[in-house]
Nanobody, 121 residues
Framework: QVQLVESGGGLVQPGGSLRLSCAAS????????MGWYRQAPGTQRELVAK???????TSLDFVKGRFIISGDNAKNTIYLQMNSLKPEDTAVYYC???????????????WGQGTQVTVSS
């Protein structure tokens, strides 16, 4: 019904940059929020940043000033520009969307397959 496809992960040196993309497709009526979570080995998945359809953005303190979330409502796509990357940013990054599916009732949560980001020299 709905798919979230991520791209842009990889290996980067400390201080470097990466840009993640996530495109939502399928039977989408409208999107409430889209965002990025991450999960490092042995830890819980945590919110990195999210944005709403009216442009309100939230990001966690540990990424403020380094990561920028943006979106293209017409393409149902969000981006995460990650700058000044640190080894502790190493994790699998997951795209998340809370959206209304065509023909169904309450909004539902969807997840992408995850993309690995490794920050290492």
């Amino acid at each position: 019904q709905v798919q979230l496809v991520e791209s842009g992960g990889g290996l980067v040196q400390p201080g470097g940059s990466l840009r993640l993309s996530c495109a939502a497709s399928g039977s989408i009526f409208s999107i409430n929020t889209m965002g990025w979570y991450r999960q490092a080995p042995g830890t819980q998945r945590e919110l990195v940043a999210k944005t709403t359809s009216d442009g309100f953005e939230t990001s966690l303190d540990f990424v403020k000033g380094r990561f920028i979330i943006s979106g293209d409502n017409a393409k149902n796509t969000i981006y995460l520009q990650m700058n000044s990357l640190k080894p502790e940013d190493t994790a699998v990054y997951y795209c998340h969307a809370n959206l209304f599916v065509l023909g169904y009732g309450p909004p539902e949560d969807y997840w992408g397959q995850g993309t690995q980001v490794t920050v290492s020299s």
